[in-house]
């Protein structure tokens, strides 16, 4: 069964760059599927950030494209997400799944200075 | 960008049945949007439930089950128990890009 960890800073300034890792277990990152960032503000609903096919195509929320960037690393088994010039308004529950089927326990980010 | 519609809270009774509803802001939804339904419990992380308009996961509960009615993804929840009460996602595919609506809060009461 395919288990996801989210890895990454818990603070981060404002106007950086926030960086999180999805490590994947017990299935390989290559397989037929589509992997994704969710996030979800204190008190808030779920927002779809983007995802990323084992292609390498990517797709993100059009509100978030200017700033997003989903890479994968078939050798670490892993994908990353990088979200650029942050402000408050990012912090958040960050989530990794896979095809909405599994999920990481997710990781509190929270932008302040 | 397309806007996803769901009720904002529910009651139901123990033994109940509610449908929960999910409009898309650009027309009728369709099994080409891919609903899916997602559960969310206090300070628990996400668990899909429905895939593809009406797939079960294989944890999934028969009393869950989806659909598409007058235009819309719909979630139903039959004999409603009292561990059911949470918040409950759907979830379209639009032009590419994955949209959440904005959450249906269920109590059971």
């Known amino acids: 069964q395919v288990q996801l960890q989210e890895s990454g800073p818990g603070l981060v300034r404002p106007s950086g760059t926030l960086s999180l890792t999805c490590g994947v277990s017990?299935?390989?990152?290559?397989?037929?599927?589509?992997w994704s960032w969710v996030r979800q503000p204190p008190g808030k609903g779920l927002e779809w950030i983007g995802h990323?096919?084992?292609?390498?195509?990517?797709n993100s929320n059009p509100s978030l494209k200017s700033r997003v960037t989903i890479s994968i690393d078939k050798s670490e088994n892993q994908f990353s997400l990088d979200l650029r010039s942050v402000t408050a308004a990012d912090t958040a529950v960050y989530y990794c799944?896979?095809?909405?089927?599994?999920w990481g326990q997710g990781t509190l980010v929270t932008v302040s200075s | 960008q397309t806007v996803v519609t769901q009720e904002p809270s529910l009651t139901v009774s123990p033994g109940g049945t509610v449908t929960l509803t999910c409009a898309s802001s650009?027309?009728?939804?369709?099994?080409?949007?891919?609903p899916n339904w997602l559960q969310q419990k206090p300070g628990q992380v996400p668990r899909a439930l429905i895939y593809?308009?009406?797939n079960r996961q294989s944890w999934t509960p028969a009393r869950f089950s989806g659909s598409l009615l007058g235009g819309k993804a719909a979630l139903t929840v039959s004999a409603v128990q009292p561990e059911d009460e949470a918040d409950y996602y759907c979830?379209?595919?639009?032009?590419?890009?994955?949209?959440f609506g904005g959450g249906t809060k269920l109590t059971v009461l």
């Open positions: 990323i096919y084992r292609s390498g195509s990517t």
């Open positions: 799944a896979r095809n909405w089927g599994a």
């Open positions: 650009t027309g009728a939804v369709t099994s080409d949007d891919y």
């Open positions: 979830l379209l595919l639009s032009g590419g890009a994955w949209v």
């Open positions: 017990g299935g390989s990152i290559t397989t037929e599927n589509w």
């Open positions: 593809n308009t009406n």
